[in-house]
């Protein structure tokens, strides 16, 4: 493994767009020394712009022409925030964050993209729907997709902006529609297309160019509007200047755009459009520190058209200028090209190519464009894999990075660790939390975890750890009331460890104090990696709580969270899992198993456990060990995080995994000895969701009731009295959702 740097220095780049993609790769070639990396995206999958009216026109799928920012940061060892920045505090040196604290930089980076300008059309926000930011633009397409193919559905379709972007969009709504239309009954010649716009049709392109995009909107048979601007859109119209009305059913916009509205609060110099003004090095006017790139900056020296070709140049200077910057030296001038070459689809696989006064179109375009935009797309999709030293393997994190379920036991019965006449009796050895009598109308709950950081960027991973050391008050029917912390913080300057700290104290208290959780001390200190954990301590009625050993005869067992937080994020530290996978697992973890306790407790729960790090059936183990009670699993209604089923296809599993399969002995069934049912059944969970008993009677108003309340919660099985001495104490039926059928 790559030994520990000292990180001296924090680079944090805001925004996903074209030219920090190549900054991110160029970095995880080849890592800046004592240069620490945060990206702050406000989505997870960055869209190649080049490649949008490809996937519109059903050329492409939605993965291949987006660029997995979780993996790319991985790849980079960037830290990744999710979020949206709001602003700069130039004085202190920090990024404001929507939601959450702002965070510490050394060096800034901007490449954010534009935003749509709707203000000078009446009813565009309503009626209307924008293209920019693509990096949103895909769902809104595909819902328009699914209403367009509705029996009663949109057929008259208008763009708004007749440059390039909106060129390339109708043609390519209108490929997409005629070609699915057959399939749902609809007659192709239904549909209606036109583009309209305040100039000439491609302003920027040479006349032989326009000539032939004039040449294939005719032969589309789609209305050409030129130099009559919109003024008002309607659902049924578009009303334009000059009091012409052109029907439309579904109104797109592609004219001009906008910077994001917080640039108008930096103090920081701007363009007469409100974009941020930078000099030839790409740093902004007034701060050497502060780079801005992409079309949400203006190189003043030398201005050129918002184009991804110019993001896409711009990412080799920046990187360069960065790493000049982080080490001390200065940035250097760099000079875009004036002309460069336009590949313009035309909806089916032909195109229009030109460069200066040249232009033409064919197949032979498409192809070429095809090949330039898998090419770029090819250099963050098959990133280099994960290189470990011979015989060494990934160690995971998180509730992965326990001790094995038999080496604990086994610890634990040789200490004969004493009980004290405190200690109520009735918990079974080893259990997740203390239950001590103090006298008076309440027990004391005492718990406590620590484990590395499954997730690297210090505020998620305070919320995840927060919420997990709850848990094992929260089964039990406890309230918590207070905590104390122990962080591990890795190595650094000192001002980028108190961030840290800040970072992820905060992320802890926003769980803590809606639940009326005090953080009352601790302790901190540096190590080579991310680590926490908390002490919590909470009340239960006396004789009201909720045992791991309560299940009787009949019980529906009921999950309250998905399976895979384990095996997904063994997946992501090889560069293996997508970002919408890992999005969803981490907004799961942060959520709080509270309202699903008062809900299971409230329809007379017998017993309950939060699944963490000996999986599923480790902890259903723990409930069936000091009885004579079997159960039986229904597979097919186990919930999975998205993207489990296919990863544990692929042989993907956490490194506990070999120590919590020590119990598949316990296990009857046709996928007993299934290798990917057992990666997700005994998958280590962190701060996974509750299992618990609950009479059969009340199962169903249970569920209801917890749906009703937003948790994904399902019957996964029933609790029997046993009937063969030698029966096992897990019987499993059915498969995995996901799974394939005939795959063995």
């Known amino acids: 493994m790559k030994p520990q740097v000292k990180i001296r220095k924090r680079l944090v780049l805001v925004g996903g767009g074209h030219a920090h993609v190549t900054t991110l790769r160029s970095f995880g070639m080849a890592p800046p020394p ?19 009216p490809g996937y519109v026109a059903g050329h492409y799928g939605l993965d291949e022409c987006h660029i997995d920012l979780v993996r790319l940061a991985h790849f980079a060892g960037a830290r990744l925030i999710h979020g949206e920045a709001i602003g700069i505090d130039r004085r202190n040196r920090r990024v404001l964050i929507a939601g959450r604290p702002p965070i510490a930089y050394d060096i800034l980076s901007i490449d954010t993209g534009i935003t749509p300008f709707l203000d000078d059309i009446e009813g565009a926000r309503e009626h209307a729907i924008a293209v920019k930011p693509v990096s949103t633009f895909a769902p809104r397409w595909q819902s328009l997709l699914a209403r367009a193919l509705d029996e009663d559905g949109p057929r008259r379709i208008a763009i708004v902006g007749n440059g390039a972007a909106g060129f390339e969009l109708v043609l390519a709504i209108r490929h ?136 896409v140049r711009q990412g080799p200077p920046l990187t360069r200028n960065l790493r000049r910057r982080a080490a001390g030296d200065a940035a250097l001038p760099f000079v875009p090209q004036r002309q460069f070459l336009t590949l313009l689809s035309l909806g089916d696989k032909s195109a229009i190519a030109s460069r200066g006064p040249f232009a033409a179109s064919g197949r032979w375009a498409w192809t070429w464009k095809d090949r330039i935009d898998r090419a770029f797309m090819h250099r963050f999709r098959d990133l280099p894999d994960v290189v470990l030293p011979a015989g060494e393997d990934l160690d995971c994190a998180g509730c992965a990075a326990k001790i094995g379920p038999r080496a604990l036991a086994r610890a634990l019965e040789t200490l004969e660790l004493p009980a004290r006449s405190s200690t109520v009796a009735n918990l079974a050895p080893g259990d997740d939390a203390a239950l001590l009598d103090l006298g008076g109308g309440q027990y004391r709950l005492e718990t406590v975890d620590f484990f590395p950081a499954l997730w690297p960027e210090p505020y998620v991973f305070g919320e995840i750890a927060a919420q997990h050391a709850m848990s094992d008050v929260i089964a039990k029917g406890g309230q918590p009331d207070h905590a104390l912390v122990v962080a591990q913080l890795p190595r650094g300057a000192r001002h980028l460890l108190e961030d840290d700290l800040v970072q992820l104290m905060a992320g ?125 699993l229904d597979l097919t209604q186990c919930p999975l995080y998205p993207g489990v089923a296919e990863l544990a296809a692929q042989g993907i599993s956490s490194s506990l995994l070999v120590e919590n399969l020590a119990l598949r002995a316990e296990l009857a069934g046709d996928e007993a000895d299934d290798a990917d049912t057992l990666a997700v059944i005994f998958d280590p969970q962190t701060s996974g969701g509750l299992l618990a008993g609950v009479p059969e009677q009340r199962a169903e108003a249970c569920i209801a009731a917890l749906r009703a309340s937003g948790v994904a919660a399902a019957v996964i099985g029933r609790v029997h009295r046993r009937v063969e001495p030698n029966e096992a104490k897990v019987r499993l039926r059915g498969r995995l959702p996901g799974r394939d059928p005939k795959a063995r």
């Open 34 to 52: 004592g240069l620490g990396v945060t990206l702050i995206a406000r989505e997870l999958d960055a869209p190649y712009s080049g490649m949008l």
């Open 176 to 311: 997409r529609l005629r070609q699915e239309a057959p399939a749902r009954g609809i007659d192709p010649a239904a549909f209606q297309f036109a583009i309209i716009g305040a100039g000439p049709l491609l302003p920027t392109h040479n006349a032989r160019a326009r000539l032939l995009a004039r040449r294939a909107l005719a032969t589309a048979d789609v209305e050409l509007v030129e130099g009559d601007a919109a003024v008002r859109i309607t659902p049924e119209t578009v009303e334009l200047a000059s009091g012409l009305r052109i029907a439309s059913d579904a109104t797109l916009i592609t004219t001009r755009a906008a910077p994001p509205p917080w640039f108008a609060s930096l103090d920081l110099s701007r363009d007469d459009k409100g974009f941020l003004a930078v000099r030839p090095t790409l740093q902004t006017l007034e701060d050497d520190d502060i780079f801005a790139v992409g079309d949400c900056a203006s190189v003043l020296e030398h201005p050129r058209e918002k184009a991804g070709v110019f993001a």
């Open 508 to 632: 802890a208290r926003a769980i803590f104090e809606p639940r009326g959780v005090a953080i009352v001390g601790g302790h901190s200190g540096q190590s080579a990696e991310l680590a926490a954990g908390f002490f919590v301590s909470g009340t239960v009625p006396r004789g009201g709580a909720i045992l791991k050993a309560g299940l009787t005869p009949g019980d529906a067992l009921i999950l309250t969270k998905p399976l895979g937080t384990g095996l997904l994020f063994a997946a992501w530290m090889r560069r293996r899992a997508r970002a919408r996978h890992i999005a969803a697992a981490l907004a799961g973890m942060r959520q709080s198993n509270a309202p699903a306790a008062a809900i299971l407790f409230s329809h007379g729960a017998t017993a309950a456990t939060d699944v963490t790090g000996f999986g599923l059936v480790g902890h259903l183990l723990e409930m069936l060990r000091t009885s004579d009670l079997v159960a039986e």
